[in-house]
């Protein structure tokens, strides 16, 4: 059971570790989507720079999350965790992409479990 535990663990460390850093450098390209079609309408009107500015700053922010996953998990899925929270209300505030409010909502879930497991892990150590 133990063997199964660590391999799953694995698992979720390294999708919220990879998946924030692949999203964070995208910021950088939009290769994957145009990130700025998600900021919220209110958004917009209080930043005082410009829409891709801002996605840069978040993907500097999403990679250090990622790395820090993959370093200290114990640490790095709660700020995972916490982050897809922020990400979700921001959508659901700005009333469009509810569909991708779930899902970010389902995987701070993944996060957080990822964080538990990994608190366990480091006390029994």
């Keep these: 059971m133990n063997t199964t535990i660590k391999q799953l663990q694995t698992l979720l460390k390294f999708t919220y570790g990879l998946v924030p850093i692949v999203a964070g450098a995208d910021k950088f390209t939009n290769i994957l989507t145009n990130w700025g079609q998600y900021l919220a309408p209110w958004m917009k009107g209080m930043m005082p720079f410009g829409e891709h500015t801002f996605?840069?700053?978040?993907?500097?922010?999403?990679?250090?999350?990622?790395?820090?996953?993959?370093?200290?998990?114990?640490?790095?899925a709660w700020i995972v965790s916490a982050w897809l929270l922020l990400i979700a209300l921001t959508l659901i505030s700005g009333g469009s992409y509810l569909d991708v409010a779930v899902r970010d909502i389902v995987m701070a879930?993944?996060?957080y479990v990822l964080a538990r497991l990994s608190v366990a892990e480091a006390r029994i150590a």
Excluded: S
Aim: charge should be neutral.
């Design 109 to 111: 879930i993944g996060a």
């Design 55 to 76: 996605m840069m700053i978040v993907g500097v922010i999403e990679i250090i999350a990622g790395i820090l996953v993959l370093a200290k998990p114990q640490i790095g």
